[in-house]
T-cell receptor, first 115, second 114 residues
Framework: AQSVTQLDSHVSVSEGTPVLLRCNYS??????LFWYVQHPNKGLQLLLKYTSAATLVKGINGFEAEFKKSETSFHLTKPSAHMSDAAEYFC?????????????FGTGTRLLVSP | KAGVTQTPRYLIKTRGQQVTLSCSPISGHRSVSWYQQTPGQGLQFLFEYFSETQRNKGNFPGRFSGRQFSNSRSEMNVSTLELGDSALYLC?????????????FGPGTRLLVL
């Protein structure tokens, strides 16, 4: 079965410093991977997705992620954190062989950004 | 284009009651999925509907059910509520539910069971 593991439950950074949120996946097949963000009292918003095209994926708000098959990782990065980035981030996998979407979420990483 | 809307936004019920939550997808989207979010279990897939048919189902008891109407609006129902059903219920829509599509989420319905 496909799954994702988010290695950190909380990450704290200072504004203007780089962000790294780590995600490892487990999949018997070529997965589709996503990063979603959830701000307090709001729904989930897609940041970026990997669907077996380019391994370096650029998303919204300056975020990007790199798919590394050899490391089974899909870490999310941003060069410079902004206060508005404070939120919960979810790494998500969807099975690579079925036609229909069924998102499997990681446990989430809460990003804290201090001034 | 209007986003995914969910009603009501907040709900308080007591154990044993039943509840119906509603989701209106983005215009043109025919796939609607439901997810439950709790602090203990995280985000879990409930079920997915397309053209009024349930195509996918998660590991939830039969007390959780849903349906989809011809206009793609969807409802989910939870019968005989338990304390553990307290959660944020999120609805998401996409054009056809293909695994490569982006799912757009609504703001959720927060259910509190007392």
């Amino acid at each position: 079965a496909q799954s994702v593991t988010q290695l950190d439950s909380h990450v704290s950074v200072s504004e203007g410093t780089p962000v790294l949120l780590r995600c490892n996946y487990s999949s018997s097949y070529s997965p589709s991977l996503f990063w979603y963000v959830q701000h307090p009292n709001k729904g989930l918003q897609l940041l970026l997705k990997y669907t077996s095209a380019a391994t370096l994926v650029k998303g919204i708000n300056g975020f990007e992620a790199e798919f590394k098959k050899s490391e089974t990782s899909f870490h999310l990065t941003k060069p410079s954190a902004h206060m508005s980035d404070a939120a919960e981030y979810f790494c998500v996998v969807t099975p690579g062989i079925t036609g229909f979407q069924k998102l499997v979420f990681g446990t989430g990483t809460r990003l804290l950004v201090s001034p | 284009k209007a986003g995914v809307t969910q009603t009501p936004r907040y709900l308080i019920k007591t154990r044993g009651q039943q509840v119906t939550l509603s989701c209106s997808p983005i215009s043109g989207h025919r796939s609607v999925s439901w997810y439950q979010q709790t602090p203990g279990q995280g985000l879990q897939f409930l079920f997915e509907y397309f053209s009024e048919t349930q195509r996918n189902k998660g590991n939830f008891p039969g007390r959780f059910s849903g349906r989809q109407f011809s206009n793609s609006r969807s409802e989910m129902n939870v019968s005989t509520l338990e304390l553990g059903d307290s959660a944020l219920y999120l609805c998401a829509s996409s054009v056809s539910g293909d695994r490569l599509e982006t799912q757009y989420f609504g703001p959720g319905t927060r259910l509190l069971v007392l």
